[in-house]
């Protein structure tokens, strides 16, 4: 008599379930143990995902689990959600432990069965409307490298006829910079009229300017500027009319939204944002305003580019994490330490493919450099001071994770003053410390040069 796995004997907690192996020329479906009778394979376009769909309504699914796969299970997890089904898309992690034999038929056997028994942990997916704009905002972050590669390929061609706009400029990017590059390509190569070009807060003096931009020209080198500098207006062209696109999705999106009841003016104790060349052209914090209902730009550094990524990344399906410490782990601010026999063998954090903690990252070390007074900041310099500056840039990022995590799940304003009373906590404990060195070593008010005693016996 054969052996009955002792899986068989757990507990269902999904009825009706189905098991979907992802694969790139076609998918695997089983809807029960048999491989003859409940397993079938379907192509990959839209009639066969829609004949699929139709399989399991006739089989009477309701739960469907399928792994993610590098973007092939996006189109099917568009139809059945369509459809109606329960979909649960997990990781391939979470699956390969429990497999004995490989083959796509046993891997949507054992994914079926894994999720019937509720052992399978789904990763997060954003709402429809984040689906919807992500691709776009990510091509937009890959216009903005590719024109910034461009301004790299014009300093290389330009210092190598010994014209040093870079070094006359900070910024090639800058106003200036641009100005000189779009007479160079018009045929300008007089050193007094090019520097007359650049803007008069520059700090070199004017002669040295001309001597810095007089350059040994020749054909190649004017033709690589030109081609160089046309491929760089049509990506800034491109970055405008992506821009009129999202800004069109947005109003779209909050058409019949009102502004959250809870502030009556949504501009008042509103900070400007400070934009440069490839910040979005649209008011995204109004848009996020109304879609989240508070407003995350009064977090000091959380500006357009972030706010628009955090939308295109997860939007308003952040309740899907249950707690703020669930959220920061996700995003990968919080060590997954893996334990056995009382020794840690691993502290890595989780990997994430998402572009929003490269964000959090990027705001978090804007506050450190932030001259203007604010709790985050004091906060960064304070971790900064004792552990250096790459764990400050972790700690604050996280520390940005649950304010926005609570912000939003408590639809509350950012308030500053609930960050300073952390300030106040940690002056507190830094005095009981003191104290307590004082009273192990011994230490009186006199060893310490004060008249008066500290108070402490």
């Known amino acids: 008599m054969k052996k009955q796995d002792n899986y068989l004997s757990m ?19 089983a809807v029960g143990d048999d491989p003859k009778q409940h397993v079938q394979q379907f192509g990959v376009s839209t009639k066969e995902l829609f004949r699929l769909a139709q399989w399991l309504t006739d089989n009477q699914v309701k739960h469907v689990a399928l792994e993610a796969t590098g973007g092939y299970e996006r189109a099917l997890v568009n139809v059945l959600q369509e459809t109606g089904f329960d979909v649960l ?14 083959s796509d038929t046993s891997d949507a056997i054992h994914i079926r069965t894994l999720h019937s028994l509720g052992l399978l942990p789904p990763i997060f997916l954003p709402d429809e409307f984040s689906t919807l704009i992500r691709p776009l905002v990510r091509l937009r972050r890959s216009l903005v490298e590719d024109a910034a590669d461009y301004i790299r390929r014009i300093q ?28 160079i390509c018009q045929g300008e190569e007089d050193p007094v009229k090019l520097a007359a070009l650049v803007d008069s ?10 001597e810095l931009l007089r350059g040994n020209w020749n054909r190649a080198m004017r033709f690589e500027v030109r081609s160089n500098y046309r491929l760089y207006v049509n990506l800034q062209a491109e ?56 407003d995350l730009s009064n977090i000091p550094g959380f500006g357009r580019d972030a706010l628009l990524t955090f939308m295109a990344e997860v939007g308003e399906a952040i309740t899907k994490f249950h707690s703020a410490k669930a959220f920061a782990k996700w995003l990968g601010f919080t060590p997954n330490n893996k334990a056995s026999g009382g020794k840690v063998l691993s502290r890595k954090t989780l990997k994430n493919k998402s572009t ?53 799940t408590r639809e509350e304003a950012y308030e500053p003053t609930k960050l ?11 005095i009981r ?24 016996a």
Do not use: W
Not at 201 to 210: A, D, L, N
């Open 201 to 210: 807060g520059c700090k070199k003096k004017p002669t040295e300017i001309i």
């Open 420 to 430: 300073m009373r952390d300030v106040a906590q940690v002056k507190q404990q830094q």
């Open 239 to 294: 970055i405008a009319g992506l821009d009129k696109e999202l800004d069109q999705h947005f109003t779209d999106h909050t058409k019949g939204l009102d502004q959250p009841a809870t502030v009556a003016d949504p501009t008042k104790g509103r900070q400007k944002l400070r934009q440069s060349r490839n910040t979005p052209r649209l008011p995204i914090e109004q848009y996020a305003h109304k879609l989240l209902g508070v």
């Open 356 to 408: 929003l903690p490269n964000t959090f990252r990027m705001v978090a070390n804007s506050l450190g450099n932030m001259k203007k007074p604010n709790p985050m900041a004091a906060f960064f310099q304070r971790i900064a001071y004792r552990a250096g500056r790459i764990k400050a840039i972790t700690a604050t990022a996280r520390k940005l994770a649950v304010v926005v995590y609570k912000m939003l």
């Open 156 to 183: 290389k061609a330009l210092r190598a006829g010994n014209v040093r706009l870079d070094t006359v400029l900070t910024d090639t990017n800058s106003v200036s910079g641009l100005r000189v590059i779009a007479a």
């Open 433 to 456: 410390q003191m104290k307590k060195k004082l009273v192990k070593f011994g230490i009186t008010g006199a060893d310490l040069g004060l008249f008066t005693n500290l108070g402490v």
């Open 11 to 29: 507990p269902v907690v999904h009825q009706q379930v189905a098991g979907i192996d992802i694969g790139s020329q076609f998918h695997v479906v």
């Open 89 to 102: 898309v997990t990781s391939g992690a979470n699956t390969k432990n429990y497999r004995r034999f490989k």
